[in-house]
């Protein structure tokens, strides 16, 4: 891909769009824009295959929105696994596996088709995202790092960005100021979609991301998941941990991380994965991880909160992990960003907007976004806080502990119950009723595992004298319980919306 372009000759060019970042947003909105006739410029500061340990599971809802913009052969010759459902894994060791639900409406057929996801390499699939993109008419690709928006002197609109393009012949060296090249490109709408990491973002009014804790990334090489084609979540007394596989021979196992990080360096890593890990792990993985530690590269992630926001600025818009993130433990973040793309590609058409100078317009456009989004967006994003919070609980946090066995066994109550939060989990459904109603569902089941004397194991069997006479005291239990239930969802909930 690094052969694709390598800047330009001439230090100033119209476009109708410019995006900054070809990662999953940039390049599938590239292809969109470029598809609906915009001529648009895509600028990535680094072209070759994305080596990251991000982004590999793509949910239903996300692979559903692919293909709506038509984008589906991205996940092909890639080497992609499908997904469907989860497999979780109790901190006693007990496990459920949950599909994701029927495609509606149900086909007449015995075996009815359900809603599936990907999971793949990162790099991957973004290099062919970006291929398609490159490849779309009236598309323009250029490898450079924009590093200021250009604004309008008397208004302080965005009318552009510069950036630069490397001229030293060193491929790996960090470029000096005198190996750099500048360019300036003009255009009506700027696209801020630098991820995570974005540069940008705090210009154009959005607030800083809150980290809630790290992951820990490897390879585990030739082993078999208990449940096949499912991601994989395991519940331990640290934290949780996710695998899926990426490839025919390749396992993603990240492991996230709460407070401070062990050193990789001086090899406190590799201890804390031996003592707090390697004992919560099935046994069909235990041989590939111990191999792992001693031969992969770990690799270390944040995972960020980051409430989406309105982009007041004229002649730029945020969008990706440079608007809005969450927890990735529910692997949502690709899901939202391809609905907004989804969504976009009708707001942003030439039909609806004809002239993106047009600044009223522009405002309705970015308003009309901000509204849509917070259907998928928010219950995604809430979602996401509310499952890390129960499934990362402290253990001396008997509230959260009563709602981490309550969620858990929820799951094994069967598919009428499951359809609902997997589907929600999946990005298919998009109602936060929904979400309400399971999450309230799963604090009720923890209620009652607290008044029947079961909310330390499932699988005690107290009398019923003994639930009696401990009532009173678990009433209280209860009623501490709802409360602290309510204050992990209503306010994520409310600062989604009110966001
Ligand atoms: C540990 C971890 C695991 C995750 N796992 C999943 C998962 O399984 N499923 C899921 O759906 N989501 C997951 N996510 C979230 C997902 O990776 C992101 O939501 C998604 O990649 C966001 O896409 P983006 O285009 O906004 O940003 P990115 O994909 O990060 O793309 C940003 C692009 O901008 C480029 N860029 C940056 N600065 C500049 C600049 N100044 N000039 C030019 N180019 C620039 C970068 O090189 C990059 O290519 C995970 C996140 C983390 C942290």
Known sequence: MSSLSHGHSTVSRDYDVIIVGAGVLGAALGATLGRQGRRTLVLERDLRVPDRIVGELLQPGGYRALQALGLQECTEDIDAIPCYG??????????VAIQYPVVEPASMAEKKPRYQGRSFHHGRFVDKLRQACHHTP?????????NKLLRCPVTQRVIGIQCYSKIATDETAQPSEQDRQYYQYYAPLTIIADGCFSKFRRECGASMPQNVSHFCGFILRDCTLPTPHHGHVLLTPSAPILMYQIGTHETRILVDIPGKLPSIGNGDMKKYLLKHIAPHLPSSVTTSF???????????????RLPGHLTQEDGVLVLGDALNMRHPLTGAGMTVALNDVLLLRSLLSPAAIPDLWDDMAMRQCKLALHTGRKSYACVLNVLAHGIYTIFAADPQDPQMKVMQLGCFNYFRLGEQWVDGPVGLLGGIYHSQW????H??????YGLWLILSGRAASIDARPSFVACLLALPMNLVRCAITLWAASWLLLPAMLAEFLA
């Open 86 to 95: 989860y497999h979780i894994q109790s901190a006693t060791k007990q496990t």
């Open 290 to 304: 111990h191999k792992a530690l001693e031969t992969e590269r770990f690799r270390v992630m944040p995972n960020s």
């Open 138 to 146: 009236n598309v323009t690709m250029v490898e450079a790092t924009v």
């Open 434 to 437: 929904l979400l309400l109603g």
């Open 439 to 444: 999450f309230y569902s799963v604090a009720m």
